[in-house]
């Protein structure tokens, strides 16, 4: 049976925090004729007779503006409607009292779109939904059912009592999630995304509705399925309309009150193989991005196969392939396509997969490359030989991997002159760990990769990253003149980010809790008072006056950092360390040139370093 506390307890994210470029792109809103829905227009407004596609533009400027558009919504229903376009384009759906409301608004237009009178409607507006239910509006909902799980109280529940409020909060969850369903299918004709985080799980009946809706992009994440269901007439329309897939899903674990004889039932492994199969091949004539994941906690962990003959994936040009392993003609399948973005699964399989690599053709508009943590030299080989074969490509990321295949295998290759249209490259070199015989913790980089880096000339972003790569433990005891000196020669170079980049204090040699111990060095550049004019609005909001003095310190060190940076690389234009996202301005007629930080405060910008090297991590 589901556990509706899972959904009280959110959802795990990284450490740390994450605001500086995580925005997320909104859609624009629908032209006015689409959401009239064939009804007239009622004003004589000069406004609202204009094109269109003129008076979108013009909404697009008080699109954000809510009290602007709730003023206009009071003027007659076309200004309503046009108001709705705007503040129900995009919509998340979070268990909170405003979820319920929206949703029985939305059933009664449905029952009335089957009648012959109609008006105006907040379904047509509606292009994306979000399910993602805030733990603390769950925990509202079901109130008792939280308490005795985490209330002061909660010895005092019986276990059969805990049972049956589970039931009940079970029970009613599904009914919410039934009647949102029921406005899928009936209440939202323009709706084109859904992206799902709720992580209970799903029935046949959800998947044949959302199969059936109009909508183009389809996100599942951690949404586990009952069963390996065949995505197949009747539980789907002969062809999937889809042109972005991102599911990550597993099949619901079994309780042992779930089957009647467990021995039986663990005896005969479940597979999750012919639902995705069913699945791709329904929606592969159209797909153009597709990321695909799997999620299990048991030992045996399943090769996903998509059966033996080829997939042909015409359009499919991102692709990203999570924590899996894939069967060979299901990887050569993939790599068939037409790919302009590939993510390459982190469980690689040397024996089987080395063949598809070493043997498949280049893919020529590849854009992209995501290769996963290079943990030894075998799994390197047949990865080295895949990149020789894009000597083209602008952009690469190589997550978490041993210093020894990136020193003597990566770093040699990329920077013999073969890689000469490279603009994008992040690194990543594994550290110390955190084992008590590996202290003091320390993560480097060999200066002769740094100095072979230097020789990439046509590099216009460059990422480094060192030792953990989340978490309180930041291990690389960076080097900034070692760096500066060798990186010089990269004259083209805009955007430089130095990740878990730490700093040594006199005070010990534990260098991993830096950002948590608040010690500042002895280096002068770590002045608090260098940058009065910053201080007003990069304060920490803490009463306590040492962090705050550390915090500026820290930021003015940083920026003396990313100054030096750009005195020596004058093409510089952007500079992350210290976790913090800095611009580079001229000033005093070009003769100077500072740094500006971007944020009030720290920020370790797991988001937008993702998005702009490429390096992995879930979209919105």
């Known amino acids: ?94 268990y909170s009292p405003q979820s319920f409301g929206l949703l029985r608004a939305l059933l009664e237009e449905a029952a009335t779109r089957v009648s012959a009178v109609s008006q105006p409607t907040i379904g047509a507006c509606i292009r ?17 059912l939280y308490e005795s799980f985490f209330g002061d109280t909660r010895d005092s529940y019986t276990r059969e009592r805990v049972n049956e409020l589970r039931e009940e909060a079970t029970e ?50 951690r949404v586990p399925i009952e069963e390996p269901y065949l995505m197949e007439p009747p539980l789907t329309p002969a062809a999937m309309q889809l042109h972005s897939l991102y599911i990550d899903t597993h099949l619901t674990w079994r309780d042992e009150d779930d089957v009647e004889n467990e021995h039986t ?53 991102q692709l990203k392939l999570g924590w899996l392993k894939l069967a060979p003609p299901a990887l050569s399948s993939f790599l068939s396509a037409p790919l302009r973005q590939l993510t390459l699964p982190s469980l690689y399989d ?12 280049p893919l020529h508009d590849l854009q992209i490359l995501v290769i996963p943590p290079l943990i030894n030299l075998k799994t390197a080989d047949a990865l080295v030989s895949f990149l020789e074969k894009h000597i083209n490509l602008p952009k690469l990321c190589i997550e978490q991997s041993l210093p020894t295949v990136l020193d003597s295998q990566i770093i040699p290759l990329l920077s013999a002159g073969n890689f000469s249209n ?11 760990g955190f084992e008590q015989n590996t202290r003091p913790h320390i993560a480097t980089v ?88 910053l201080d007003e609005v990069a304060d920490v909001e803490n009463d306590d006056i040492p962090h705050q003095e550390w915090e500026r310190a820290h930021r003015n060190g940083m920026l003396w950092q990313a100054e030096k940076y750009a005195a ?29 930080p971007l944020t009030k405060e720290r920020d370790d910008c797991y988001t937008a370093l993702s998005r702009m090297f490429a390096m992995g991590g879930e979209e919105d």
């Open 265 to 317: 039932a663990l005896s005969i492994p479940r597979e999750i193989s012919p639902f995705f199969k069913s699945l791709l091949l329904r929606c592969a004539p159209t797909l153009e991005s597709l990321f695909l994941d799997t999620m299990e906690v048991t030992s045996r962990r399943e090769t996903i196969s998509l059966g033996d003959e080829p997939i042909s994936f015409p359009r499919l040009r």
């Open 1 to 94: 049976m589901d556990d509706l506390t899972s959904l009280m307890m959110g959802t795990l994210g990284l450490p740390g925090k994450d605001e500086f470029g995580a925005e997320r792109d909104t859609k624009r809103p629908l032209l006015l004729d689409s959401v009239m829905e064939g009804q007239p227009r009622i004003s004589g407004s000069r406004l609202l007779t204009i094109p269109a596609e003129i008076l979108a533009n013009i909404v697009d400027f008080i699109a954000d503006d809510q009290p602007t558009l709730a003023a206009l919504a009071l003027v007659n229903s076309d200004c309503r409607q046009v108001a709705r376009s705007c503040q129900f384009v995009d919509i998340c759906f979070d």
């Open 128 to 144: 994306r939904i979000t399910v993602k239910s805030h733990r603390h509006w769950v925990a509202s909902v079901h109130r008792e």
């Open 350 to 361: 040397c024996d089987t997969d080395k063949n598809v690599l070493v043997n498949c053709e």
């Open 172 to 221: 009613k969850y599904l009914t919410y999630r039934s009647t949102l369903l029921m406005a899928i299918s009936a209440a939202m004709p323009h709706l084109e995304t859904i992206a799902w985080h709720d992580q209970i799980s799903v029935d046949a009946h959800f998947l044949k509705v959302i199969a059936h809706s109009s909508i183009k992009h389809l996100k599942l994440s």
């Open 422 to 432: 490279l603009l994008s490259l992040s690194l990543s070199w594994s550290g110390p």
């Open 568 to 596: 020596t690389i004058p093409s510089l234009e952007w500079v992350f360390c210290g976790q913090w996202p800095m611009a580079i301005k001229e000033r005093g007629n070009g003769t100077f040139r500072t740094a500006i």
């Open 446 to 533: 060999a200066e002769e990769s740094i100095a072979a880096i230097g020789t990439i000339v046509s590099l216009e972003q460059l990422c480094l990253t060192a030792g953990e790569d989340i978490g309180w433990r930041c291990q690389w005891l960076v080097d900034h003149e070692m760096l500066r000196a060798n990186l010089k020669g990269l004259t083209k170079l805009k955007k430089l980010a130095i990740c878990r980049d730490t700093y040594r204090t006199h005070l010990t040699t534990d260098v991993e809790g830096y950002y948590s111990d608040l010690v500042l060095p002895d280096a002068e550049w770590f002045d608090p008072h260098a940058r009065p004019e």
